[in-house]
């Protein structure tokens, strides 16, 4: 139930997935990877079903997740919004880092 309240779903514990939106869905899944608590959550583009306002929520709920749980989040993303909440970005490019930067630093 804490891991559901952290992510702000606590309201919709007893809803059936179908209930719920997508990006609902996406806290849901969140709320999954919460509940190990785990030091480290693993996102492979977490919000690229999602519209362009609730993959900001979701982004910065990740950020909340690691400011206030102290928990890492490493996000594989093509989204240039997440320079936005991110506090350190790697380029890719086939495979290899190409730069490393601190957006927010």
């Known amino acids: 139930m804490r891991s559901l309240e ?7 514990a007893h809803h059936r997935p ?5 990006g ?10 919460l509940s190990t608590h785990p ?8 919000t690229g079903e999602l519209d ?3 993959g900001r929520q979701i982004y910065a709920l990740f ?8 928990i890492t989040v490493a996000m594989a ?7 936005e909440y ?8 086939d495979g290899q880092v190409k730069a490393v930067r601190r957006p927010n630093g």
């Open 52 to 54: 362009s306002a609730t």
């Open 86 to 93: 991110a506090h350190i970005v790697f380029d890719l490019s």
């Open 24 to 33: 609902q869905q996406q806290r849901v899944a969140i709320a999954r990877a």
């Open 63 to 70: 950020r909340y997740i690691v400011s206030h749980e102290g």
């Open 39 to 46: 030091d480290l959550i693993l996102a492979d583009e977490p």
């Open 6 to 12: 952290i992510v702000g779903l606590g309201a919709w």
């Open 77 to 83: 993303t093509h989204d240039p919004v997440i320079e």
């Open 18 to 22: 179908w209930e719920l939106s997508g």
